[in-house]
């Protein structure tokens, strides 16, 4: 255990947030409440630590991740050059045994305890890049604006089976849903512009993009939830962040169950990768076969599109890793079949 070292914890709120300042669990945890969680609740912070003779350079501040909530503290503190760790609030409650009292200040209190505790396991945050943020960006207003256009192409059909209907409604519908696919459109555009722009990303884009079945939009969600490929390097991680690796459930004889995905982790990227699996098991021939064999085999469809998934991942580190583009019925041969 780090000897001197301050561990500050924060419970972010929309307006306000609590500190709480951990060293060692015989030294009393000091905590500050209603800090604003603006520019100016940020340096009442560090006049705050100051008090207590911390900086940048003897602690490390630790927050649960709440979204746009903890962005900006995130942002401003790293800025600064304090060491900053974002871990998941449920990982951070499993460390505690349940309590009766709920506060902001016992959360912010329990953070920085975490923090103490698992010092050892924290990874430090980072700012993305600027053009993966705003990828990022963007990405989630397009499908923001998808999930509106099936709602309201859901709605027009059930209303087009009313008996009585009203014109307006009608022309109503059609024209958003004209302006919904424009903006669609727009979105579609911008990040075919933006990604053109930086040439290490168009790169990237264009390798994976050679795979088949990998389209613009699930290339630029790989590159996002990567942070290109910087963040997640290696398939099988990114495969379980995902959600679609299949984990055993067995215990002693009598519970055996067969390994189901747990489903955790962004949805929408899960749905791209199954639909682009689906269109290589049935258009590209060498997927084909995979698909027709493992079927024959007695394997559920959906375990064979679940693992088809997760080879497109595995040949989509590939080609990010060997700055290749895919190369159809490519056959890897041992280096001790080679004849010299």
């Known amino acids: 255990m780090a000897k001197n070292i301050f561990f500050i914890g924060l419970d972010i709120a ?20 209603s800090i604003k969680n603006s520019p100016e609740g940020f340096s009442m912070l560090l006049s705050w630590l100051k008090e207590y003779d911390i900086d940048k350079t003897n602690s490390l501040v630790c927050m649960e991740a709440t979204g746009v909530y903890s962005e900006a503290v995130a942002y401003y503190l790293t800025s600064c050059g304090f060491k900053v760790s974002i871990e998941p609030p449920l990982k951070v409650k499993r460390a505690f045994d349940p309590v009766g009292h709920k506060t902001d200040a016992l959360d912010s209190r329990q953070i920085a305890e975490y923090a103490y505790r698992y010092n050892d396991e924290l990874k430090f945050w980072q700012p993305k890049e600027e053009i993966i943020e705003k990828i990022r ?7 923001q604006f998808t999930k509106q256009k099936v709602a ?18 009608k022309e109503a519908h059609q024209e958003t849903l ?11 555009r911008e990040l075919s512009k933006m990604m053109k722009q930086d040439p290490a990303i168009s790169q990237k884009m264009n390798n994976l993009k050679s795979i088949p079945g990998c389209g613009m939009l699930l290339a630029a969600n790989l590159i996002a939830i990567t942070n290109n490929f910087k963040q997640i390097s290696n398939y099988k991680k990114l495969a379980a962040f995902i959600g679609i690796v299949p984990y055993q459930h067995q215990s002693g004889t009598s519970i055996v169950k067969r390994p189901r995905i747990r489903h955790f982790g962004p949805r929408y ?9 689906q269109s290589i098991a049935t ?26 998934a997760n080879k497109l991942l595995k040949v989509a580190y590939a080609t990010i890793r060997d700055n290749t583009c ?10 001790m079949y080679l004849k010299i």
């Open 14 to 33: 929309a307006y306000d947030f609590a500190a709480s300042i951990y060293q060692a669990p015989e030294k009393p945890i000091m905590t500050k409440e």
């Open 137 to 143: 960006q963007l990405l989630t207003a397009r499908e």
């Open 152 to 169: 309201l192409k859901n709605a027009m059909h059930a209303y087009s089976r009313q008996m009585v209907q009203v014109a307006l409604i």
């Open 178 to 188: 004209t302006q919904i696919k424009k903006q669609i459109a727009r979105i579609d």
């Open 269 to 277: 990227i899960r749905k791209l990768l199954r639909l682009a699996a």
């Open 283 to 308: 258009h590209d021939i060498t997927f084909r076969r995979y698909y027709l064999r493992k079927v024959a085999e007695g394997k559920a469809k959906a375990l064979v599109l679940n693992n088809i």
């Open 326 to 335: 895919y190369i159809k019925e490519y056959k890897s041969i041992h280096p």
